[in-house]
């Protein structure tokens, strides 16, 4: 693996993980050339990228600094809106519906931007310097490199929306949206098939306001719904601070119905057509056509799902759908009263 000095070798190149290392944290590059971010996680566009015959053969590792160095001399695309959600939720379909437009770049659950949110890897790290860390991380993310990229937008990680303050220090004016679902429909998805922030010896149970030997104690219904009530308390917290809640309901009409213009885009006829099409597929199998499965994953419900969901999660789904309702002036004297 080559060590590069000059950001002028990395053009084409994306980071793909980061590394702590007691003098400061290393990136590992892989070269994307003038590929999109078409797949649905930003690790898939990794993994295609390794498969290459020049990734295999050529790699790039440099010190964090040197994406400060980019940062300050060639920055790229600045973010124009964030996608936080409660998972399972719709954000594949809103990332997939975006990514469809070949002016859009669309990070979606980057792990090198959750490395950084984390905040582990280097030892007494500052707020500040993660603020400045996220920033330079992001703008490697919006780099051009077919020179028609208009708009770069990021989806974070579920767990994410508890780094929120980290995310709007580093971009105070990026419009965001926090999309969530029924519960028992995340749910029956989540204990199907789990998700990291899910399984406690995955994410730290610590993310989530829980200690270990608590976590571990409660059943695997009980502490899914616990993470995910989590998530949603931090997004009604936060989400007056130019936020927007979107429910898997309006979706996917409300995205080239309210959302666009929310995040400041104006698409053109040909792109609304683009992303008309792509809402026809599965989000996560584009080969496929979407299918609605709300009724089947209902009828799948367990007892133990849906007694979990009514403890801990419908609450919150409900100030959330009140929060979404509410006129903005009461919104915000509602979040102002909890937070307080």
Avoid at 36 to 42: A, D, G, L, T, W
Avoid at 102 to 117: F, K, R, T
Avoid at 150 to 166: M, Q, Y
Wanted: with cysteine; proline share 8%; glycine share 4%.
């Amino acid at each position: 693996m080559d060590t590069v000095k000059d950001i002028s070798d990395l053009a084409g190149w994306i980071p793909i993980r980061l590394y702590a290392h007691d003098q400061g944290p290393s990136v590992d590059w892989a070269y994307l050339g003038a590929s999109h971010f078409s797949e649905p996680f930003f690790n898939e566009t990794v993994e295609r990228c390794l498969r290459s015959p020049f990734n295999l053969l050529f790699r790039h590792q440099t010190s964090i600094e040197l994406l400060g160095e980019q940062y300050e001399r060639e920055p790229g695309l600045p973010p124009a809106g964030f996608i936080f959600h409660m998972s399972r939720c719709g954000s594949t379909l809103v990332s997939q519906i975006l990514a469809a437009v070949p002016a859009n770049i669309v990070i979606s659950e980057a792990s090198p931007i959750d490395s950084v949110l984390r905040g582990n890897l280097h030892p007494g790290l500052t707020p500040e310097r993660l603020v400045e860390w996220l920033r330079w991380i992001v703008s490697a993310f919006g780099q051009p490199r077919t020179g028609s990229e208009r708009r770069l937008f990021v989806k974070l990680d579920a767990w994410n929306i508890l780094d929120f303050p980290i995310v709007r220090a580093a971009f105070p004016d990026t419009p965001w949206i926090f999309l969530y679902r029924d519960p028992i429909e995340v749910m029956v998805s989540q204990i199907n098939r789990r998700g990291a922030h899910t399984i406690p010896t995955v994410v730290p149970p610590e993310t989530f306001g829980m200690d270990f030997p608590t976590a571990i104690s409660l059943s695997p219904e009980d502490y899914c719904a616990k993470v995910l009530a989590a998530t949603c308390h931090a997004a009604l917290r936060h989400f007056p601070e130019g936020g927007r809640l979107i429910n898997y309901t309006q979706l996917p009409e409300e995205l080239w119905g309210s959302i666009l213009d929310f995040f400041g885009v104006t698409p053109t006829e040909s792109e609304l057509a683009t992303m008309a099409a792509a809402a026809k597929l599965d989000a996560k199998n584009p080969a496929t056509v979407f299918s609605d499965d709300r009724l089947r994953k209902k009828d799948q419900a367990t007892e133990a799902v849906r007694a979990a969901a009514e403890k801990w999660l419908y609450p919150v789904y409900e100030q959330l759908e009140a929060a979404r309702l509410a006129p903005v002036a009461e919104t915000k004297k509602a979040a102002l009263i909890q937070a307080s």
